[in-house]
């Protein structure tokens, strides 16, 4: 006859199964959880530090503080084997420092509102308009953000570069006045150091140039002596 822990053994209770069962499911909603909020990231606009960050322009700084420290705890690259978690951890890294950061804030607010006055304007709307209160507003106002958030990365790029030209030439510039600050000086150099050489051979020369003047005196001299005859 069977004991009651043999036929605990080959019967394990139904509990443990479903636990189990749960425990796999929970930790694979997790994984989903994960790999989504992952590719939402990945997806957004990165120009647009409030949409990396899943949050709505004007939120207070708590609010970035909250849904960074939420999601990077999410998405850690050493809590998930998705391959995409280092990528999608520095965008929102580097989106969290933006929006912390005052000027950078300012700017990315600026862009935001000048693209709903130019959605208003292009549409001849006002501020007032029932358009602005539909839901299709908002897909509009956010890709006119992008719009603008694109045109004033370029004309930064294109700063950019025309400064680094500029300050490119005016090192140059400095380089070659600095080159021919050595040049002169290393002239100057040579020339002191060969002075004693040069007055030595002007006097070797003004000895052998009074020598030859003696020696033809000599010769005048001989020739009004020579007797005629």
Do not use: C
């Not at 999608?88 to 420092?97: I, S």
């Amino acid at each position: 006859m069977a004991s009651k822990a043999d036929d605990k053994a080959q019967n394990p209770p139904v509990v443990e199964d479903t636990r189990d069962a749960l425990q796999v499911l929970d930790a694979e909603a997790k994984e989903w959880e994960k790999d989504a909020e992952i590719n939402r990231i990945l997806q957004a606009f990165r120009l647009d530090a409030y949409a990396v960050l899943g949050l709505k322009p004007g939120v207070p700084e708590s609010d970035i503080k909250m849904a960074y420290r939420k999601t990077s705890l999410l998405i850690h690259p050493d809590k998930t084997k998705n391959p995409q978690a280092p990528e999608a951890f520095d965008r929102l890294k580097k989106a969290q420092t933006e929006l912390m950061d005052e000027k950078q804030r300012e700017r990315l607010d600026e862009a935001i509102a000048d693209a709903r006055m130019l959605l208003i304007r292009e549409n001849g709307w006002t501020v007032d308009s029932p358009e602005l209160r539909e839901p299709e507003f908002e897909k509009k106002w956010a890709d006119k953000t992008k719009f603008v958030l694109i045109e004033n990365e370029q004309r930064r790029r294109r700063q950019m570069k025309a400064q680094m030209q500029e300050e490119g030439r005016e090192q140059k510039k400095a380089d070659e006045e600095l080159e021919a600050r050595k040049r002169k000086r290393q002239h100057e150099q040579d020339w002191e150091a060969t002075r004693d050489q040069r007055i030595d051979s002007w006097r070797t020369f003004q000895k052998g140039k009074g020598g030859a003047s003696a020696e033809g005196e000599g010769k005048k001299k001989k020739k009004k002596l020579k007797v005629l005859g």
